[in-house]
């Protein structure tokens, strides 16, 4: 098993440009989740999925939009960057017995930077 | 609503001793979840060790520990014999049953050797 996987490693977006953020599980979990992390802020929910075709907010979750047409796929789209959107991106996913008490299984992060 | 602080930003400790992270939250509730991940430079989150609140006995995984004071809301990590690899960022983290992950800042840990 890959586990989740995330692509890219790193990116580099001018202001308003729109980019999507992979991210695949083999595990055939249900749950998935995406994060972002800033210093000094640990990890903030930005949206997360039960399943496919469903989907909703987390904490932060203006200007990302998200889709689950798929169980294995969560992508993560900027459809207009901002400086403010330059963070460490972390997808997750989770067996589905229960968001708050799932261990959730991490991918490694994208890096990304908004100029 | 919900809230987790790690009040210590960095701690240091010498190869082969102990060590306690220290994790408070609150919450309102009184079913709820709550983990330790490790994130290594390599930036991976890793799950360290998972506490369900109804159980009030202590979670312990090899020499990982924790100390669950539900009515202090306290969640403190205990490594024991510590070891170079054991250097990370160590997370706290609260779930409820309105399907909220709350993060804490994170420690940085720093294994003097």
């Known amino acids: 098993n890959a586990g989740v996987t995330q692509t890219p490693k790193f990116r580099v977006l001018k202001t308003g440009q729109s980019m999507t953020l992979l991210c695949a599980q083999d595990?055939?979990?249900?749950?998935m989740y995406w994060y972002r992390q800033d210093p000094g802020m640990g990890l903030r929910l930005i949206h997360y999925?039960?399943?496919?075709?469903?989907?909703d907010q987390g904490e932060v979750p203006n200007g990302y939009n998200v889709s689950r047409s798929t169980t294995e796929d969560f992508p993560l789209r900027l459809l207009s960057a901002a400086p403010s959107q330059t963070s460490v991106y972390f997808c997750?996913?989770?067996?589905?017995?229960?968001?708050?008490?799932?261990?959730?299984?991490f991918g490694p992060g994208t890096r990304l930077t908004v100029l | 609503a919900q809230t987790v602080t790690q009040s210590q930003p960095e701690m240091s400790v010498q190869e082969a001793e102990t060590v306690t992270l220290s994790c408070t939250y609150d919450?309102?509730?009184?079913?709820?979840?709550l983990f330790w991940y490790k994130q290594p430079p390599s930036r991976q989150m890793i799950l360290v060790i998972r506490?369900?609140?109804?159980?009030?006995q202590n979670a312990t995984e090899n020499r990982f520990s924790v100390n669950f004071q539900k009515a202090a809301k306290s969640f403190s990590l205990k490594i024991s014999d510590s070891q170079l690899g054991d250097a990370a960022m160590y997370f706290c983290?609260?779930?409820?049953?309105?399907?909220?992950?709350?993060f804490g800042k994170g420690t940085r840990l720093h294994i003097l050797p």
């Open positions: 595990m055939n979990h249900e749950y």
């Open positions: 997750a996913s989770s067996p589905g017995t229960g968001i708050y008490s799932d261990t959730q299984y």
């Open positions: 506490q369900e609140a109804y159980k009030q």
């Open positions: 999925s039960v399943g496919a075709g469903i989907t």
């Open positions: 919450t309102s509730e009184s079913d709820y979840y």
């Open positions: 983290a609260y779930g409820d049953r309105d399907d909220k992950i709350i």
